[in-house]
């Protein structure tokens, strides 16, 4: 089924082309009855943006776990203060902790890069690259 397009016409005097919901004639920006959530959708949106350019500012290099531990701390503060959404916050914190298990990974593979150096170099003791 084809929805129907917008009976309005834009500010350049074309016809509106946005989706129509079911029941309507006009689309959600067009239709007055839906102007006032219309304006919190924007303003929510808004809100959203630059509490995002917030935590963009914050870039930081987070490759140790004292420094991760350090973001954690802050992202937990702003968050119970209320100047970053939950949701952001929660997507942060997820994205924290895959950066923590890469570190833990990463940590890994290089001692045992030391530990297999230490190995005397003589025959089958000695692996020839490691596969992943």
Not at 35 to 51: L, N, Y
Not at 62 to 83: E, I, Q, Y
Request: with cysteine; hydrophobic share 40%.
């Amino acid at each position: 089924m084809i929805r129907p397009s917008c009976a309005a016409t834009t500010q350049r005097g074309t016809a509106c082309k946005g989706i129509v919901p079911l029941g309507r004639t006009l689309c959600l920006v067009h239709d007055p009855d839906l102007a006032d959530k219309v304006a919190e959708a924007r303003r929510r949106g808004g809100t959203t943006a630059m509490k995002l350019k917030l935590l963009a500012g914050r870039r930081q290099r987070l490759d140790t776990p004292r420094k991760l531990m350090a973001f954690v701390s802050n992202l937990a503060l702003d968050t119970l203060s209320g100047s970053i959404d939950p949701n952001v916050s929660r997507a942060t914190a997820y994205a924290v902790s895959l950066q923590m298990k890469l570190l833990e990974a990463s940590d890994l593979e290089r001692r045992l890069e030391a530990l297999e150096a230490q190995l005397p170099t003589t025959g089958a003791q000695r692996r020839v690259g490691r596969q992943w």
